[in-house]
C-alpha cells in the first residue's frame, strides 16, 4: 500500500465535498490497451462498444453445466445458518433473506474458480493493460416477489472515496446465473455515463457501508444529474440467459429496480482493479471499509 498521506494527494474526484452536486468529464482512458501489448480476447466491435458505451455483453461464455454447478453451491450457501451470521453476509433490508454475499471468491473453491476464470482474467488485463487482482467480490440474489433493488451509483465514486481507488482504472464484471430478464430485476445502465463523474453531496458517516449496502443514500447522484447522463445516453438493461457475461466500466451508472416477477435473479460480480491503481487511504474523514468488501492488505496477483 503506498505511504502518501491523503494532504499530499490530488484527488481528481472528489466527491461528497461540496454543497451542490457537479458533473466532472473523465481524466483517465477507459480502454488502456493499445492492441500491440498482448492479443485481445474480444472482438474489435466488443472493444469499441465498450469503450463508446461503458459496459459490453459477451452472450453464453460460460456452459450451462459450468453455470449449474455455480448455482448449486450459491443454493447451499444461502441457507446456511453459520454463512448468514458473517460479516460478508448482507441480508435484505426488512428480512433475514440473503440479498449480497462479499468475498465469496474466498469462501469456496467452486467460487473461486469462477472469479478467476481465465477467460474473464484475461479479458481485464487486455483492457487495463495492467497486472491485475480482484478488489471485490459479491453474490447479489434477488429472490423472486420480494427481491429489493440497488439505487443508481457508480462504483467508482465510493471506492474512489470510501475505498480509496485513486484512478478509473478498474471494471466489473457481472456473470449471470440465472436468465436475466427485462422483468426479474436485472442489472440497469445508462450508456456513455461512464465519460462524467458524479460529484455527490452528503458527508460520509461513520461505518456507512453497513446502511449502503442494504439501502444506498450517500454517494448517491442527483436527480437532475441522472437526467443529464439519461438524457445522453437513455437506459439499457442486458437482458441473457445463464452464462452471460456484462463486463462494465468502473464509473457506467448502473442500478436496478425490484424484482416482483416469479423469477429469482441471481449474479455474480467480480471486480478487477489493476495493480498500479491499488486503494490508498481512503478520500473521506472515515477508515477503510472492511477487507471483505475492498481488498487491501490481501491482494493477489492474477493471471
Not at 499530499?8 to 458533473?23: F, L
Request: glycine share 6%; net charge negative.
Amino acid at each position: 500500500m503506498t505511504t502518501t498521506t491523503k494532504e499530499a494527494r490530488t484527488d481528481h474526484y472528489p466527491s461528497r465535498k461540496a454543497e451542490t452536486p457537479s458533473i466532472i468529464d473523465r481524466k483517465d482512458p477507459v480502454v488502456y490497451a493499445s492492441g500491440k501489448e498482448i492479443p485481445s480476447p474480444l472482438t474489435e466491435d466488443s472493444v469499441a462498444e465498450y469503450e463508446r458505451k461503458g459496459f459490453v455483453v459477451i452472450q453464453d461464455l460460460f456452459a450451462e453445466s459450468e453455470i449449474e454447478m455455480f448455482r448449486r453451491e450459491l443454493a447451499r450457501l444461502a441457507v446456511d445458518p453459520k454463512m448468514l451470521e458473517r460479516p460478508e453476509a448482507i441480508t435484505e433490508p426488512e428480512s433475514s433473506v440473503l440479498r449480497s454475499l462479499f468475498a465469496f471468491h474466498l469462501i469456496g473453491a467452486g467460487l473461486t474458480h469462477l472469479a478467476t476464470d481465465p477467460r474473464l482474467v484475461r479479458i481485464a488485463q487486455y483492457l487495463l493493460n495492467d497486472d491485475i487482482y480482484i478488489h471485490q467480490s459479491r453474490l447479489n440474489l434477488k429472490q423472486g416477489f420480494r427481491g429489493q433493488g440497488f439505487y443508481w451509483h457508480s462504483d467508482f465514486e465510493t471506492w474512489h472515496v470510501e475505498d480509496g481507488m485513486p484512478r478509473m482504472r478498474a471494471l466489473s464484471m457481472s456473470i449471470a446465473l440465472t436468465d436475466n430478464t427485462a422483468y426479474n430485476g436485472s442489472l440497469m445502465l445508462i450508456p456513455k455515463s461512464h465519460k462524467q463523474y458524479i460529484s455527490c453531496v452528503g458527508e460520509t458517516p461513520g461505518d456507512n457501508y453497513k446502511k449502503s449496502l442494504k439501502n444506498q443514500y450517500i454517494g448517491v447522484p442527483d436527480n437532475d444529474s441522472l437526467s443529464t447522463l439519461y438524457s445522453g445516453g437513455g437506459i439499457r438493461v442486458p437482458v441473457g440467459p445463464a452464462g452471460s457475461v456484462t463486463i462494465f466500466d468502473c464509473n457506467t451508472m448502473h442500478g436496478s429496480a425490484n424484482n416482483i416477477s416469479p423469477l429469482p435473479r441471481s449474479n455474480a460480480f467480480v471486480v478487477f482493479n489493476a495493480m498500479s491503481n491499488r486503494v490508498e487511504d481512503p478520500f473521506c474523514a472515515q477508515p477503510p471499509r472492511p477487507e471483505f468488501i475492498a481488498s487491501r492488505e490481501t491482494i493477489r496477483q492474477l493471471g
